[in-house]
């Protein structure tokens, strides 16, 4: 790294060489005012009240266009400088509805205007639902704005409120460009454009089509980096400013990608993208940016547990629920004792439902294994890499991964390896919106998409000529030397798919990345307890449900979740807490265990499903259940003795063949594995819990 010294308003510091002055000021707590630069875009330049004096050169340059240089020689607080960012600032405010700039009550406004506020007005006094977190509302501040100095034209343009998530307001719009700048440069998807000319310009789609017909995927990226109130998420948008901010995990895939959990009044109010480097890195899809706070705020959420009786439903206590729970089970022959656990449980919960089923129910628990497709899914775990392994890639397969919602913020990841020369190759069954930006194609279809790739394997390292897509893509993979694969959910429930692209990955030598959609997959696998214990009889004497809806008839269910059934009145319901009122574990694709940590109480009377299932235990006359939080459950699953019960599954299993250990870029599956035997700190480091 070179470095290089410049003076700003007097002081000498220190830059990298290739920042701008900006981002040299920025870098030695100097304040230079900006409105269109962002940290993670590129220059644009397009506010100039960041314009600055620089000794030797003409007029006043914006600082976050110019490099700096060795011996510069910089002003940022002049009077010409801040007389001409008063006039900047007052003709962007001429197209803007400013009232609450300038008002002299608008430090009473919180008190005085709560009822206008509630009327969801989208513009005017006290109405705006970017208050209080607008960026102009801030540098009004700083320059000392009090009145209204020229004209104000009001644009009279619509409120866009027809696509999902998100309202425009573009009357609120100051044309800094940070939106477009987003939807184009990072996300390759150029959603958003300017249009028109002149006095005429906005931000818009082309064709002014909606965001779902321009292909948006709705990452919430422009929302994310918008200085005023022109993009507004609907769920939020009057919900004020969060008092608190909780870093979490994401728990709609097993990518677990870091958030940050919004938190106003005991409630989550919404979720922003986590900073994670190695992960998601300040992105995120649109389940986690937008569905969450929904979620976990669903006015349909269970809250007290209840019993029915004659086909009416009862609330009752946890001590009585709790008490006929386990009578039921109790006197339910185990042969006719059906269990069903959802792979979204946290490792904790997996662990004692585990112990639960052996120790209380003395079920066969499924091995997670043959639920999985063991020839093929056990050999493609064999090569397991990780996200930061993939951006080291010289050829990316992504196959079966549909990346328009559910995966969104990998295509920031794909652009990079494309700029960084990597080749992107899409295979999947028909076309998908990966393909705008893949440089080759396999396609495949429902029926025989093994036979597809039966030709890829057959063709690597023979000659060929062809100038088909395909042969483009077996060249690719043939002459490239960190070949990667990523693996999405169309072909992952697919066993001769799965045997197929292990084929390929061995004889490519190349990391893999499984990426299904169920939040705890790998966890599930970890602790063996994946699928559900089959009862004997077509319809058991009792089915428990455990964060899940109910797969097959029963004569009595046990329905243990944060949401209601679907066509199906449950006989006892135990509510649960979502991941956002408890602590927990998830283990991710890249067999990391990502913490998640309490935001907000538990909704109503609900509780942590280990918490239920340990209680029902004890009930039962079980003993090794006394957990009185999730310290207890860790000391336990990190102990020799329950070794049996919580080990590291599938992979464990193919560590022990000794010398076949598979190694990608230098590192051993072994060290990224081990982690699972000693998952969390030490008991010691836990005591405090």
């Not at 310290?631 to 329950?642: F, V």
Request: hydrophobic share 35%.
């Amino acid at each position: 790294m070179t470095l290089l010294s410049l003076t700003i308003n007097g002081k000498t510091v220190q830059a990298e060489k290739g920042q701008t002055i900006l981002q040299a000021a920025q870098r030695n707590d100097i304040d230079i005012p900006t409105l269109c630069a962002y940290k993670d875009l590129p220059p644009f330049g397009g506010c100039r009240m960041c314009v600055v004096e620089v000794d030797g050169m003409r007029g006043f340059p914006t600082a976050c266009t110019t490099p700096a240089e060795e011996g510069m020689i910089v002003r940022t607080e002049t009077t010409a400088l801040q007389t001409l960012r008063l006039e900047t600032f007052n003709m962007l405010l001429s197209e803007h509805p400013l009232s609450c700039l300038v008002c002299p009550e608008k430090g009473n406004c919180t008190e005085c205007m709560m009822t206008i506020r509630k009327g969801g007005v989208t513009t005017g006094c006290g109405s705006c639902p970017k208050d209080q977190q607008c960026e102009l509302q801030t540098l009004a501040k700083r320059l000392g704005v009090d009145e209204i100095r020229l004209p104000v034209k009001y644009r009279m343009y619509p409120v866009e409120k027809f696509d999902p998530f998100y309202d425009r307001d573009y009357n609120l719009c100051i044309l800094c460009g940070r939106c477009v700048q987003v939807c184009d440069k990072l996300h390759i998807l150029s959603t958003l454009t300017f249009i028109e000319r002149g006095s005429h310009t906005k931000v818009g789609t082309a064709f002014e089509r909606s965001h779902v017909d321009a292909g948006c995927s709705f990452c919430g990226a422009c929302v994310d980096r918008c200085p005023v109130g022109a993009l507004t998420e609907k769920t939020r948008k009057w919900e004020g400013v969060a008092e608190s901010e909780v870093e979490s995990i994401c728990p709609y895939c097993s990518a677990g990608c870091s958030i940050r959990l919004q938190v106003r009044k005991g409630t989550v109010i919404g979720c922003l993208p986590g900073e994670d480097p190695t992960l998601n890195a300040g992105n995120l899809c649109v389940h986690g940016r937008f569905g969450l706070s929904e979620v976990v705020n669903y006015p349909g959420r269970l809250k007290t547990p209840w019993r029915q009786v004659d086909g009416h439903k009862f609330e009752c206590g946890w001590e009585e629920v709790i008490e006929l729970a386990a009578a039921k089970l109790a006197a339910a022959n185990p042969q006719n004792i059906s269990l069903q656990i959802s792979t979204n449980l946290p490792d904790e919960d997996l662990f004692v439902a585990r112990k639960f089923a052996e120790q209380v129910l003395h079920l066969p628990v499924p091995d997670a294994g043959k639920a999985v497709s063991p020839s093929g899914f056990e050999r493609l775990v064999q090569r397991a890499a990780t996200f930061e392994q993939m951006r080291q890639a010289d050829c990316l397969l992504v196959a079966g991964l549909e990346t328009r919602y559910s995966a969104s913020w990998l295509e920031y990841e794909f652009k990079q390896l494309k700029q960084n020369g990597a080749t992107l190759i899409s295979a999947g069954n028909g076309k998908r919106p990966l393909d705008r930006f893949a440089n080759e194609f396999i396609y495949t279809n429902d029926e025989g998409a093994e036979e597809a790739f039966v030709d890829v394997i057959d063709r690597l390292g023979r000659e060929n000529q062809g100038a088909t897509t395909l042969d483009r893509a077996i060249c690719a993979l043939h002459n490239s030397r960190r070949a990667f694969l990523l693996i999405g959910p169309e072909y992952l429930s697919n066993p001769r798919m799965l045997e197929q692209l292990a084929i390929l990955a061995e004889r490519l030598q190349a990391g893999v990345i499984c990426l299904p959609m169920q939040g705890n997959f790998y966890g599930a696998i970890h602790t063996g307890i994946m699928g559900k214990s089959a009862s004997q009889s077509s319809q058991p004497e009792v089915l428990y449900c455990i964060g899940d809806q109910p797969e097959q008839p029963a004569d009595l269910i046990l329905y243990q979740n944060a949401f209601p059934t679907v066509d199906v009145l449950a006989d006892i319901g135990l509510p649960t807490a979502l991941f956002t009122e408890r602590d927990g574990t998830y283990t991710n694709v890249e067999f990391r265990q990502r913490r998640f940590i309490k935001a907000v109480e538990p909704a109503g009377l609900a509780r942590p499903d280990w918490q239920i299932i340990a209680g029902i235990a004890r009930q039962m006359g079980a003993s090794g259940f006394d957990y009185h939080s999730i310290g207890d459950i860790r000391k336990e699953m990190t102990s020799s003795d329950t070794e049996r019960i919580w080990k590291p599954g599938l992979a464990a299993e193919l560590l022990s063949i000794s010398g076949n250990e598979p190694v990608f870029m230098g590192s051993p599956l072994s060290t990224r594995v081990a982690g699972l035997r000693t998952l969390f700190p030490s008991p010691e480091a836990e005591a405090g819990e």
